[in-house]
């Protein structure tokens, strides 16, 4: 009986000769990359480093599942290279896609399905597509068309990681594959610490920040190269990285995610940016509250004390062990034009006005200094503003949707951190993420930085991975009876 519920197939077998051939032909592969890798190591050329590096990444890719394939193209996106056809994170988006379509073809994989955060996506696509009507000349018309494919890269990775991260399980690999990115880019932030304006690969990376007043006061950016953006980063980070210190068990886990997070505190002080501090201490207070049912007097007081004295300890570590500045000192020193910060003023008084020009579609996806014979700053340094001038009020009310809908989506994980489900329990952490994240892009747009805005599409993808994973564990599932 059991037979005929769970036929079994007879398995192919591969020839003799097929497998020699095959190992032969891979051994072969492996000498080539041998030899061309050893004359590299003693005359680089940057041309067939990253050639050799996209032969390594596409066979990994081919060879892997679709959420270890994932993985390799999240430690990959950091690290981009311009080409003829584009980034190279968009060439490595596209193979992981088609790889998956085939997959699905040949019925590897389940179809496509759907998600509550795509009808605000397509919306928002759709608004980006309508703004090109108001691009004035052709020369914004490039930038702009460069900007929306690089958009639609995005997207399609988003919806590529919502497609096959669907259990706990992958939602895991994720979240370790992230913590991985993590440290490549912390490591090298420090890297640039240490060697201010030099070049770690040439012609690839090269960090155009130099020591400030005589060796002090420097900002670091890593591979975002905006030292902005590297803090937004490392905030975001920080959340995710403590939710998994307070659920990990045994010593060596906690000593690597303890680690981590030592590490992507120096670089947050290191970027010497208000701003992303002032936010993550708002989203601290926002947990305290939305955990205030679960938190214990004690251990709660012992755990201020203890991040405080880290904070002010790391701060005065930075600021006098390393050539970055004093961040509490540069927080001092703030100062407002109303109710705006000094340093924003005229970038968003700018931005506003200039929005005003086509407030319902926007100016497209290009943010040019100059429009209509006026001159503006030329970022707005706050992400709604950037919004409403790419894309109108059609593309903020369709931004607006996305937030809201992410925001219902991560609400419906309770308030336990420590909740044996890791995917509903990561539903919390990914809400407090968005809370920073609404906070922080007031004074910054992760849009304007071709490298950053995959990193935030890919938090994206992660809270709708955790919402599906959330939904899956919680659906009770049908196993059929053997006989």
């Known amino acids: 009986m059991s037979s005929l519920l769970y036929p079994t197939k007879p398995e192919a077998r591969t020839p003799v000769w097929a497998v020699w051939l095959e190992r032969l032909l891979l051994a072969g592969v492996v000498v080539a990359l041998g030899v061309a890798l050893g004359n590299q190591y003693l005359t680089p050329n940057i041309r067939?480093?990253?050639?050799?590096?996209?032969?390594?990444?596409?066979?990994?890719?081919?060879?892997?599942?679709?959420?270890?394939?994932?993985?390799v193209l999240v430690l990959a996106l950091p690290f981009?290279?311009?080409t003829v056809f584009g980034s190279t994170n968009l060439a490595l988006i596209l193979l992981i896609g088609i790889l998956y379509l085939l997959r699905v073809s040949q019925r590897l994989l389940p179809a496509p399905h759907g998600n509550p955060i795509f009808a605000p996506v397509s919306l928002f696509c759709m608004a980006a597509v309508l703004s090109f009507?108001?691009?004035?000349?052709?020369r914004h018309l490039y930038f702009a068309l460069q900007n929306f494919w690089l958009f639609l890269g995005t997207v399609v990775m988003f919806w590529l990681v919502v497609q096959n991260v669907t259990q706990e399980v992958s939602l895991r690999r994720l979240i370790g594959f992230q913590a991985l990115s993590s440290l490549s880019i912390c490591l090298i932030a420090v890297w640039e610490l240490g060697h201010p304006g030099g070049t770690l690969v040439p012609g690839w990376i090269t960090f155009a920040t130099g020591n400030a007043e005589g060796g002090r006061n420097m900002r670091i950016g890593s591979m975002f190269f905006d030292y902005e953006l590297l803090a937004?980063?490392?905030?975001?980070t920080l959340l995710m990285l403590g939710f998994m210190f307070a659920r990990a068990r045994g010593t060596y886990p906690r000593l690597w995610w303890g680690g981590l997070?030592?590490?992507?505190?120096?670089?947050?002080?290191?970027?010497?940016?208000?701003?992303?501090?002032?936010?993550?201490?708002?989203?601290?207070m926002y947990v305290c509250f939305r955990l205030r049912r679960r938190i214990q007097l004690v251990p709660f007081t012992i755990t201020v004390a203890l991040l405080l004295s880290a904070f002010f300890g790391m701060n005065w570590y930075v600021a006098n062990k390393t050539g970055a500045g004093n961040l509490f000192l540069r927080m001092e020193e703030s100062q407002f034009v109303g109710w705006m910060p000094d340093s924003r003023a005229g970038t968003w008084t700018d931005a506003w006005g200039r929005w005003q020009a086509?407030?319902?579609?926007?100016?497209?996806?290009?943010?040019?200094?100059?429009r209509g014979g006026q001159k503006f700053w030329y970022w707005p340094h706050n992400l709604y503003?950037?919004?409403?001038?790419?894309?109108?009020?059609f593309?903020?009310?369709?931004?607006?949707w996305l937030m809201v809908r992410f925001f219902r989506m991560l609400r419906t994980a309770g308030d336990d951190l420590l909740h044996p489900d890791f995917a509903r329990a990561s539903l919390l952490m990914c809400e407090f993420q968005l809370v920073f994240f609404l906070i922080d892009q007031f004074k910054i747009e992760f849009w304007r930085n071709p490298i950053y805005q995959f990193q935030v599409w890919l938090m994206f993808a992660t809270w709708a991975a955790a919402y599906q994973a959330a939904q899956a564990s919680r659906t009770p599932r049908m196993t059929p009876t053997r006989s």
Do not use: K
Not at 262 to 283: E, P
């Open 385 to 393: 503003l950037y919004i409403l001038n790419c894309t109108g009020l």
């Open 133 to 138: 009507y108001n691009v004035p000349n052709a």
């Open 80 to 82: 981009p290279r311009g």
């Open 232 to 236: 937004d980063y490392c905030g975001l």
């Open 261 to 284: 997070i030592v590490l992507v505190m120096f670089t947050l002080f290191a970027t010497v940016t208000r701003g992303a501090l002032i936010s993550l201490a708002a989203t601290l």
């Open 358 to 370: 086509h407030p319902l579609l926007g100016h497209g996806l290009f943010y040019s200094q100059e």
């Open 48 to 71: 067939v480093l990253a050639v050799a590096a996209a032969i390594i990444v596409v066979g990994v890719a081919w060879r892997l599942d679709m959420v270890s394939a994932i993985g």
């Open 395 to 400: 593309g903020m009310t369709a931004w607006g």
